[in-house]
């Protein structure tokens, strides 16, 4: 069965300590997937797109990275502002034209 | 990025009642929109795929009569929530795909916090 997992569920990290949150998937057929972040109250925000395993996209303090059977978003010295939910998202040969999303990660950055 | 409208952003209405969402995509078009639901601290539940000119394709468990989605022109889709009781209250999210292809970004709207009393 298609899955996409993320963890940790939740993640509190001081100001400028790195870490990372991981999106696995199982799908068939991977077209893409979709790192987003969410605040609350608000809809999603599109960070990056990556298609292909070994690709890595960056944007200021976030890094995303993708293998065959996951994703990484990587957050280098993280501000309080990062603080949201980091969402991934899968497209693939099964869903049409429809997105799968994980559960997310509750970021939180306290200064 | 590409720029997708929803509203109201927050719609309170009585229970029985009908109430309206809108979303627009303001510097693309969209044949494609989605329509999310989401519950406190969970993730994104697809409702239905809205097509430009045809039927909307709901997912499992979806009440059509109840979720009507209409997707009259390009840039514009409406989710009317019937007859809304108590149990319809959640955040309602809405989505379009940039670039019309398969694989193009989902960019989303707000949302739209509906309370029904």
């Known amino acids: 069965e298609d899955q996409v997992t993320q963890s940790p569920e939740a993640l509190r990290l001081q100001e400028g300590e790195s870490s990372s949150l991981n999106c696995s998937y199982t799908v068939s057929g991977l077209r893409g997937l979709f790192w987003y972040r969410q605040d609350p109250g608000k809809g999603p925000e599109f960070l990056f797109t990556l298609y292909s395993a070994g690709e890595e996209k960056e944007k200021e303090r976030l890094k995303a990275t993708l293998t065959k059977k996951e994703s990484f978003l990587h957050i280098t010295a993280p501000k309080p502002e990062d603080s949201a939910t980091y969402l991934c998202a899968v497209q693939a040969n099964n869903y049409g034209q429809n997105f799968v999303f994980g559960p997310g990660t509750r970021l939180s950055v306290l200064p | 990025g590409a720029v997708v409208s929803q509203h109201p952003s927050r719609v309170i209405c009585k229970s029985g009642t009908s109430v309206k969402i809108e979303c627009r995509s303001l510097d693309f078009q969209a044949t494609t929109m989605f329509w999310y639901r989401q519950f406190p601290k969970q993730s994104l539940m697809l409702m239905a795929t809205?097509?430009?000119?045809?039927?909307?394709?709901?997912e499992q468990g979806v009440e059509k009569d109840k979720f009507l989605i209409n997707h009259a022109s390009l840039t514009l889709s409406t989710l009317t929530v019937t007859s809304a009781h108590p149990e319809d209250s959640s955040f309602y999210i809405c989505s379009a795909r940039g670039g019309g292809m398969l694989t193009g970004e989902l960019f989303f709207g707000e949302g739209s916090r509906l309370t029904v009393l």
């Open positions: 809205s097509n430009e000119g045809s039927k909307a394709t709901y």
